[in-house]
């Protein structure tokens, strides 16, 4: 049976597994599943309808899963769909999406931490990082093990791509790449994340690819990208790289644009 203190709230619609633990005066809405081994520390809100997996840990004062601050919302039921092994940390906060027809979806072993804000149709991959007062407004995509440092900001429907790292403060207004690090105000492109690709277990010649293709599309500010796209394609050595033609398909299919 869960373990419920006595001060906390917990609504009768809620679902909630077996070893759930909630603390002092912490607020479970209706219509919030919460998976094996979640916890909630204290103070800590849930609303609905949203379901958690498991193993989510809470810390005080995060609100997760209440109604969409989109001004276009009418009140109609709207979702959040998160998995497994999250920590939101203190005054963190997710808000569900804003029509029925989509939701917002957080993945797994993600770290939100103190004051990050993560908007409506969000969809966040695994092993991301929101750091200390990092912003993401509606309908972005995060990719898996992307890092926002503190303060960053996202516009709309911007798309972060895997393993890329935003650097503190920055304006994120485009789409920034895979592998890449972007930083400054607005944001542009500024290297390969070659330490956080080696730390994930690139090889040297993955991450050799990735620095050729950034030093034909990004380096030069003023060529032609497509044409350039285009080179590192058809280079013997590298054209065939699996994450070339991730990094590629990736710029290729952005709609926002990308920063360079």
């Known amino acids: 049976m869960a373990e419920i203190h006595p001060t906390a709230i917990v609504d009768p619609t809620a679902e909630l597994a077996d070893d759930v633990k909630i603390g002092p005066y912490c607020v479970v809405g209706p ?7 979640c916890v909630l520390h204290s103070h800590v809100v849930l609303g609905g309808p949203s379901v958690f997996g498991k193993g989510n840990e809470f810390y005080p004062f995060a609100v997760i899963g209440l109604r ?3 001004l276009k919302y009418k009140g109609e039921p709207t979702f959040l769909e998160v998995g497994d092994f999250n920590v939101f940390r203190e005054n963190c906060n997710i808000n569900r999406s804003t029509t029925p027809e989509t939701k917002t979806v957080i993945g797994n072993y993600n770290h939100f931490l103190i004051n990050s804000h993560c ?10 990082i929101l750091s200390g007062f990092a912003g993401v407004a509606g309908h972005c995509h995060i990719g898996d093990w992307a890092i926002l440092s503190g303060f960053a900001a996202l516009h709309q429907f911007v798309r972060i791509g895997a393993h890329a790292m935003v650097g503190g403060c920055a304006r994120v207004a485009q789409d920034v790449a895979p592998y890449v690090i972007a930083e400054g105000f607005p944001a542009v492109v ?4 070659t330490i956080g690709l080696a730390r994930r277990g690139f090889s040297e010649e993955d991450i050799k690819a990735l620095k050729f293709a950034y030093r034909k599309i990004f380096l030069d500010k003023n060529n032609d990208k497509e044409a ?7 280079d013997e050595t590298y054209g065939k790289n699996p994450h070339i033609l991730h ?3 990736f710029l290729r299919s952005s709609e926002r644009g990308f920063i360079h």
């Open 247 to 249: 990094l590629v398909n």
């Open 228 to 234: 350039a796209m285009d080179l590192v394609l058809a």
């Open 190 to 193: 500024r290297a390969v994340n």
């Open 31 to 37: 219509h919030v599943r919460l998976g094996a081994g």
């Open 119 to 128: 908007g409506h149709e969000c969809v966040v991959g695994d092993h991301v």
């Open 68 to 70: 969409s601050q989109d």
